[in-house]
């Protein structure tokens, strides 16, 4: 029997890859895009793919309804994977913004999860498989917003691993670092939405922030394309015994490492060197 997949965020960057790759290889991928001409573009491509967004509770039902009936209730893999940022200082989110993206990043990745948990109950097992980053193991400046989301994320996510284990669901996060997307481009719509810079006490501060949101700039140190993501997924869904967890980048590995060995002071100093 093919096997089947559900990945969310693939209209670009790491869901568009691991959509093209789990294809190529015989996965039957439901490829989600939050708009509607974005997935119009997927079915051209030869993928099936539909509107989710994870931010309306009627689309995630609506989503699982159309896996269920294209499948016949079956559904042997979820890739939670899209998500956005809001740049910006701490001290300048204000409630909306957070709010805003809590929905996306975090409470849209538990509903549509607890959507296909009785899916792959039914069938005695599955694959659950969260899109955290290296921010969600180690702060870092301007990113408040997202390190919130992908902490809160780990933990839920560790919990579920542990209460899932005996029903034959796998759960996994993975974990990547910089990565070749347009996260940063998406991000400006948020960044202007919400954040007042020009009245903040860092207004000056601001400008490497903006120079990097508006003027791209050099690729981050370290940085991989997505099909780096895409061959730990591949991993995590194929490997009889999956890891809890698997890291992508050097600067992920270098983090995760750090943050167990290194105390909370000096952890701060070494983040802020870069």
Not at 228 to 249: C, D, F, G, Q, S
């Amino acid at each position: 029997m093919q096997r089947t997949i559900l990945i969310t965020g693939c209209s670009s960057g790491i869901g568009y890859d691991a959509a093209k790759g789990l294809a190529a290889r015989g996965w039957r991928v439901f490829a989600t895009c939050r708009q509607e001409a974005d997935c119009a573009r997927l079915r051209g491509e030869g993928l099936e793919s539909f509107v989710l967004d994870y931010a309306d509770e009627a689309s995630i039902a609506a989503a699982v309804a159309e896996v269920g009936a294209r499948t016949g209730g079956r559904l042997d893999a979820l890739y939670n994977n899209g998500a956005f940022a809001c740049p910006g200082a701490v001290e300048d989110l204000p409630r909306g913004a957070l709010r805003a993206i809590f929905e996306t990043n975090l409470f849209g990745y538990h509903d549509l999860t607890r959507q296909v948990i009785p899916l792959m109950r039914a069938q005695g097992g599955g694959r659950i498989i969260n899109c955290s980053s290296v921010l969600g193991l180690v702060a870092l400046k301007w990113r408040g917003a997202y390190v919130a989301t992908k902490f809160a994320m780990e933990g839920l996510t560790d919990v579920l691993r542990i209460e899932m284990a005996g029903t034959g669901i796998k759960v996994i996060l993975i974990e990547p670092g910089p990565i070749t997307s347009s996260i940063r481009a998406n991000a400006i719509p948020h960044f202007e939405r919400w954040i007042d810079w020009e009245n903040s006490a860092r207004a000056e501060e601001y400008a490497s922030l903006r120079g990097r949101l508006y003027n791209g700039g050099a690729p981050d140190t370290w940085e991989l394309p997505a099909s780096a993501v895409t061959a730990k997924l591949i991993k995590a869904l194929e490997h009889p015994n999956p890891k809890p967890r698997y890291y992508v980048t050097v600067p992920t590995h270098l983090m995760g490492f750090l943050r167990r060995i290194l105390p909370v002071r000096l952890l701060d100093w070494v983040i802020a060197k870069g």
